[in-house]
Structures are given as C-alpha cells and as structure tokens.
C-alpha cells in the first residue's frame, strides 16, 4: 500500500501535474477545464509504470483505485484505476469534471440520460490505449467495464481532491434502463 502525501509527485508525473495546474488555475467552467486538461493529459499521458507493479496487478475483487496524485488546495487529484477483465463499475455521475487515458488495454464505456423512472442508453465508446477522453456534469452518467482479455489501466485528472470525499461518484442509478 502506497501511501498517499498530498503535494507529493510521483515520478513520471510531474509535467501533468503542472499542466493540469495551470490548466485549473485559469479558473474557466467546467467543460472548458476539461477540455483543458485534456490537451494537457494528450501531451503527458504518463506510461503504466507510474503505477507500482503491486497496483498493476489489480484484484480479482473488483477494480482498484489508486490516487497518485493530490493537490494541497484540493483543486484536483490524478487517479490510476486498474481493471481486470469483465470488472465493471455501476452506472453512476461524477461530482465534478473528468479527465481520463487509457494506459493499457480497453475500456469500454456505455452512456445514459436520467428519464424519470428509468435510464436511457445513448451511446457507448471503446477506449483503447493512448485514447483520452472528458466530461463535465450534467450529462455524465455512464457505466464502464474492462471489456478485452488483459487488465487495463487508466489515469483519470478530478477537479477536486476525491481522497478526501472518498470517490467521484455523485450518485449510483439502480433504475431499469431501455434502449
Ligand atoms: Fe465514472
């Protein structure tokens, strides 16, 4: 377990780092924050050794999450999460804007609106190595699942510190969903 010292920088991480803080620091909304950073991910998508060895491996539970990065202000966190195969989260929101790249392997990512008593599916996107992609709520309720054969990595940039309110997720939908 590596431990988490809010500030520290990770090597391999450092450019990110201060590009996503100039990025915040031009205190735009959110959509143009996120679009932002990810130009500045683009250009520093860090390899899958910024993760431990000990964090690639992931867990036959379920995905991990590993935060590699968090600003003293609180103003954003950078996250590895590692998938092994068929490890899928629930469909959920965010809290605040997000930035992710794949650092190997597949993700693949399955969109929804909120209709009253249900959900419906809007789209799906395949993100492979080297991909980045961001959103912004309202509008970011998804569900994504580690969909090859090998376990995947991703980096995600949080406009906030989400080590210290746990997760991203604003809300888990347990609603029937219609295509
Ligand atoms: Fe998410």
Redesign the pocket.
């Known amino acids: 377990m590596t431990t988490l010292v809010r500030g520290d920088v990770r090597p391999g991480l450092t450019d990110l780092v201060m590009g996503v803080r100039a990025a915040v620091d031009r205190r735009v909304g959110w959509r143009e924050t996120a679009v932002l950073v990810s130009g500045e991910l683009r250009r520093h998508l860090p390899s899958p050794d910024v993760l431990t060895a000990q964090e690639r491996l992931g867990d036959p539970a379920t995905y991990q999450s590993h935060t590699l990065y968090a600003a003293p202000d609180g103003a954003f966190s950078i996250v590895g999460l590692v998938w092994r195969p068929g490890q899928i ?1 629930p469909i ?3 809290v605040t804007w ?1 930035v992710f790249g794949v650092l190997q392997g597949i993700e693949h990512e399955e969109l929804y609106v909120h209709e009253g008593d249900h959900l419906l599916s809007v789209g799906v996107n395949d993100n492979r190595t080297g991909d980045i992609s961001g959103f912004a709520p309202p509008g ?1 309720i ?1 569900r ?1 699942r580690n969909s090859g054969d090998t376990t995947s990595i991703s980096i ?1 940039v949080y406009g906030t510190d989400v080590s210290r309110i746990d997760s ?2 604003r809300r888990v939908y347990d609603l029937p969903v219609r295509d």
């Open positions: 989260t959920h929101d965010h997000c970011d998804h994504v995600h991203s997720v």
